[in-house]
């Protein structure tokens, strides 16, 4: 390591990390600024539809220039005092800890049970929770639209076994979001379950046993807390995205459905209102401030571990 | 048993709501009635229809362009990117870089989407570039995003892996940058695969990011894909879905076979190298 960093020289290393870093610079960091710029400016008639934050005005009379800076914080006055905006931001964030909730009450068993499978199988089995992930999510989503409609294959089961007579319809609800937002992120918790669960020392448990433990005690006393990191990850990778989530409210949910993603969505396309558009984003972006250093912290500390 | 009957339960249940509606919608779409939950016969006239539908070809063909110009371009940046994160030791502004390469990954989308758009306008209005929207500053947002999961996968391979080669190399007198053409980058080409299909995939299937950034005559495969569900569904998407999977996972099992022989054959290399190197007593 030592050697690697004397031998290349310093300006190498600097010229070898700028492409990719000035890239994020420009494509990640500045993007965000310059939303937080547009949050704070006026909505206008004109192309692109906001007014500046920067104007030089020339005064005729006095034969001066200035430079007015115009901050405007109305449209997080409005999200403060708008209903419908604190309400889709309280509806995300219940959609989101639902989803995450139903992933690892169906992740961690799974995961668990292919850690505990044969070596030879565990490769396979985890391919079978991955490859899913690599069909498209818009595909994935538009399957559950022909299972949960009116008609659709639960419908029809539920009135082919005599359950239900009447048509039953899933879909444009909240539950056909719980349902697809459940589906599609399942395999972010399955994987870091999985990672964790896999490289749990299989002699603990037996020692428990020995020593006398019932294995649902030995479970929730040393696995479980064991494959906590494992738990933080998955829940993690499942519920900052879902926060935002946008395409499956849209497809699976009700007209009623809020969930801020949406609303951003509207915002932007349907009233091409870019200021109020931009202040939902820093919002929302705020919510997610402490989950996703959280997450950092615990993806930094797990690529150390593999060291 | 009994916990071992649960989980065995929990697995199939699992993989069954992971796969039964898969199942349904390549099932549906060999469905000869329009009507897509009644089985009226089977049939390939949606397949049909589909290669007749221009706007969805051209959109497919487009779409493709984007994942490979974009997989590309995220296979260089992101291994640069996890290089210098596993490979570099602390280095100025590492925190802040560290960051921006894993943001991205749980970035909600909407967030990515105006974000770039606005920077493309703003840029615009600066610089006179990018004149107007398409497939550059898609090419350009999609790798923004993708580049940090070939670096996660490309650090945490380099992480994994020994550094002695390369260290060895170094010192028998290699060049940084030769013992990196020649050491690390075959020794990491497998994560630099599946970095580039995960890139590839991710662009693929991108609706909301595209949405901001595409301009008018540039519609996306799933721009395409999504409108259309958005006013009912149609044996014709069910086809196409199909198809794409078929591709996918033909792609998968190509790739996972051609990795599997070649983890064979640096097993067997190493033996042999094991059996020549080491003095009889010692093995």
Redesign the interface.
Known sequence: MKDLLSRVGLWRRGAVIAVPYLWLLLFFLVPFLIVFGISLSEAVIAQPPYAPLVDWLHDEDAGTSKLQLVLNLSNYLRLGEDELYVLAYLNSLKIALVTTVCCLLIGYPMAYAIAKAEPAKRGPLMMLVILPFWTSFLIRIYAWIGILKANGVVDNLLRWTGITTEPFELLYSDWAVYIGMTYCYLPFMVLPLYATLEKLDPTLLEAAADLGCRPWKAFLTVTLPLSLPGIVAGSLLVFIPSVGEFVTPELLGGPDTLMIGRVLWNEFFANRDWPVASAVAIALLLFLVVPIMAFQHVQGRQTEAGR | MK?LG???W??W???A???V??A??VV?SFNESR????WGGFSTKWYAELFNNDQLLSAAGLSLQVAAMTATASVV??T??G???????R?R?RTL???????????????TG???L??F??LE?LTGWPDGRGITTIT??H??FT?AYV??IV??RL??MD?SL??AA??LGAR?AKVFFVITLPLIAPAIVSGW?LAF?LS??D??VA??VSGPGSTTL?MV??SS??FG?SPQ?NA??TL??LV??TG?FIA?LVMARQHRQKQRDEQMAVQETVPRPLR
Request: glycine share 6%.
């Open positions: 916990r649960f989980l065995a929990a697995l249940f699992g993989y709501f992971l796969y509606p898969i349904l919608l549906y009507l897509v939950t009644v940046l992101g640069i990117a290089l210098a994160l596993a490979r570099f030791g280095f502004g870089f560290g960051g921006m390469i894993t943001a991205p990954l749980v970035m909600p989308e909407v967030i105006l974000s770039l606005l920077l306008v703003a209005q350009i947002a790798t923004t580049m670096a996660v650090q945490s992480v994994s550094e390369e260290e170094m010192d940084p299909l995939t693929l299937d609706v909301v949405s901001f799933p894909i999504f569900v958005k569904i998407i196409l879905a794409m999977m996918v996972s998968i996972s």
